[in-house]
């Protein structure tokens, strides 16, 4: 089955505490990315990758680090959290290179920190 | 002002009614993507369109470029419908979506 997968789905820790959000692909697309939602804001573009080893930032990279070292993953990492990272986190894939192609989601990852 | 503005924010409908969720946008897009967020949280993509009119289902969405605006009709909503619908475009020459904030869904029985 195509799919995105994100670990772990809920998440609460303390600020300061460095975390990493994982996110995976089996459809062997190029192109991934992260998103934050927030009410009233909706969703904001952290990071994206078209390829491996090459990322880019979205509107919000601030606190955020990103690798793609294989095709497959694309994880999220939180140096240093702080509580204006909570929020609800998507990864998604595309096909090759563009955001011209239908995304696919992974299912979130709620983030508390406190 | 944001670049992609959806209407209306929220919305309530009885089971059947024909449903119209609307999306403007203020700059050159090489496409536009609709998306089903359900109360769960999981998004799903329900069109990517560039020009014209795709229909799936019940779904229908229209886009015209030279009024930067595009629609996402459902015809005989269902409960199971109730849904945030999210607009999302993909400017020129660049590789970032930008989003719309969403309207929400709620089709009564």
């Known amino acids: 089955e195509a799919q995105v997968t994100q670990n772990p789905r809920y998440l609460i820790t303390v600020t300061g505490k460095k975390l990493t959000v994982t996110c995976s692909q089996n459809?062997?697309?190029?192109?991934m990315s992260w998103y934050r939602q927030d009410p009233g804001l909706g969703l904001r573009q952290i990071y994206y990758s078209m390829n491996v080893e090459v990322t880019d930032k979205g509107d919000v990279p601030e606190g955020y680090k990103v690798s793609r070292k294989e095709k497959r993953n694309f994880p999220l990492i939180l140096e240093s959290p702080s509580p204006n990272q909570t929020s609800l986190y998507f990864c998604?894939?595309?096909?090759?290179?563009?955001?011209?192609?239908?995304?696919?989601f992974g299912p979130g990852t709620r983030l508390t920190v406190t | 002002k944001n670049e992609v503005e959806q209407s209306p924010q929220n919305l309530t409908a009885q089971e059947g009614e024909f449903i119209t969720i609307n999306c403007s946008y203020s700059?050159?897009?090489?496409?536009l993507h609709w998306l089903q967020q359900h109360p769960g949280g999981g998004i799903v993509s329900l069109f990517m369109l560039s020009s014209g009119k795709k229909k799936h289902g019940r779904l229908i969405a229209t886009i015209n470029i030279q009024e930067k605006h595009s629609s996402l009709h459902i015809t005989a909503s269902h409960p199971r419908d109730s849904a945030v619908y999210i607009c999302a475009v993909a400017g020129y020459n660049t590789d970032k979506l930008i989003f719309g904030t969403g309207t929400r869904l709620q089709v009564f029985p």
């Open positions: 998604a894939s595309s096909r090759p290179g563009k955001s011209l192609y239908e995304q696919y």
């Open positions: 700059v050159g897009i090489s496409a």
């Open positions: 459809m062997n697309h190029e192109y």
